[in-house]
C-alpha cells in the first residue's frame, strides 16, 4: 500500500472513530508518514491521532512536523506532555526548535525544560 493509500485510509478511519484499527495502521507506519498525515488533519482529529500513539513515538513523529505545527501543537498539549516531548527531543532537534521560536513562545518552551 502507497503511503497516499495509507494516509488516506487512516484519515477515514479517525473520521469513523475506529481507534483500534487507527491504532494497527500506526503500528505499521514510520513516524515521518504519521507526521505527515497529521499535517494534512484538522486540530482535533491531530490531537486524537498522537494520543494514540504511544509514548515512545509521539516523540519522534513530533520531530517530523512542519515547525509551525510544532509550535500549535505545543500550545494545545497538557504542560506535563508538552515537557516529556521537548525533553525526549533529539538535541539538535530540540535546538533548532528553540533558535526558530518567536520570542513569547522561547520563554514557554524554556521554562517547560526548567
Known amino acids: 500500500m502507497s503511503n497516499d493509500d495509507k494516509r488516506m485510509e487512516l484519515t477515514s478511519l479517525l473520521k469513523l472513530d475506529q481507534q483500534q484499527a487507527v491504532v494497527e495502521m500506526l503500528e505499521g507506519m514510520a513516524v515521518q508518514d504519521i507526521a505527515g498525515v497529521m499535517a494534512d488533519l484538522e486540530a482535533d482529529r491531530r490531537a486524537r491521532l498522537f494520543a494514540l500513539l504511544p509514548e515512545e513515538r509521539q516523540t519522534d513523529t513530533f520531530s517530523y512536523l512542519p515547525r509551525g505545527?510544532?509550535?500549535?501543537?505545543?500550545?494545545?498539549?497538557?504542560?506535563?506532555?508538552?515537557?516529556?516531548?521537548?525533553?525526549q527531543m533529539l538535541p539538535d532537534d530540540r535546538t533548532s526548535l528553540l533558535e526558530s521560536a518567536p520570542p513569547e513562545k522561547l520563554e514557554e518552551m524554556l521554562g517547560l525544560l526548567q
Open 69 to 87: 505545527l510544532q509550535f500549535d501543537f505545543l500550545d494545545r498539549l497538557s504542560t506535563p506532555t508538552a515537557r516529556r516531548i521537548l525533553g
